[in-house]
């Protein structure tokens, strides 16, 4: 069965420093990797994500994330950070069927940004 | 598009009685995901569906959960009876495969109080 791990639970920024959240995963076989982004009260919003190709995925709102296989790591990166990127992040690993449907999400990283 | 579209967004109910969740997929899905997210236990996968028919129920606490989706464009998950620890945030998803990215959709998100 897949695993992820978030290892931070919080993290906390000033405003226009770099960002670096940490996921590893556990699966078997090529994996699925996405990360969502959830703000207060929202729903989970996509981010990025990973299936295949360029290890080095871009994503929405400034942030990219690196796959690598022999760290069984997915880190998301963002290198200046704003105030409205203050949410919770989630890394998910897919598996089963067609690009992923059944998704194992971490614990989740809060992250804080001060001004 | 509307998105995902989840009703109520919260329900308060009292222990014992029947609780009913309801989703609206986005026109065009095929797939479609309920998922419950606590403090304790995070984000977890409960049931998914593929062209109504429920795929992968694994994740189904017990039977007193239960999930249907009688067409393309509804779906519902209930509780009966309802206890205090199914007190949580449940999210419905959905996504589509043909062309598809891997990407699931998340609604709001209903906010459950069992008291």
């Known amino acids: 069965a897949q695993s992820v791990t978030q290892p931070d639970i919080h993290i906390t920024v000033s405003e226009g420093a770099s960002l670096e959240l940490r996921c590893n995963y556990s699966?078997?076989?090529?994996?699925?990797l996405f990360w969502y982004v959830q703000s207060p009260g929202q729903g989970l919003q996509l981010l990025l994500k990973y299936f295949s190709g360029d290890t080095l995925v871009q994503g929405i709102k400034g942030f990219e994330a690196e796959f690598k296989r022999s760290q069984s790591s997915f880190n998301l990166r963002k290198p200046s950070v704003h105030w409205s990127d203050a949410a919770e992040y989630f890394c998910a690993v897919g598996a089963g069927g067609a690009a992923g449907n059944k998704l194992t999400f971490g614990g989740g990283t809060r992250v804080l940004v001060k001004p | 598009d509307a998105g995902v579209i989840q009703s109520p967004r919260h329900e308060v109910t009292e222990m014992g009685q029947e609780v009913t969740l309801r989703c609206k997929p986005i026109?065009?899905?095929?797939?479609l995901f309920w998922y419950r997210q606590t403090m304790m236990r995070g984000l977890e996968l409960l049931i998914y569906?593929?062209?109504?028919?429920?795929?992968?129920d694994s994740g189904m606490p017990e039977d007193r959960f239960s999930a249907k989706m009688p067409n393309a464009s509804f779906s519902t998950l209930k509780i009966q009876p309802s206890e205090p620890r199914d007190s949580a945030v449940y999210f419905c998803a959905s996504r589509r495969t043909s062309g598809s990215s891997g990407e699931q959709f998340f609604g709001p998100g209903t906010r459950l109080t069992v008291l």
């Open positions: 026109s065009g899905h095929d797939y």
């Open positions: 699966y078997g076989a090529t994996p699925y």
């Open positions: 569906f593929n062209n109504n028919v429920p795929i992968d």
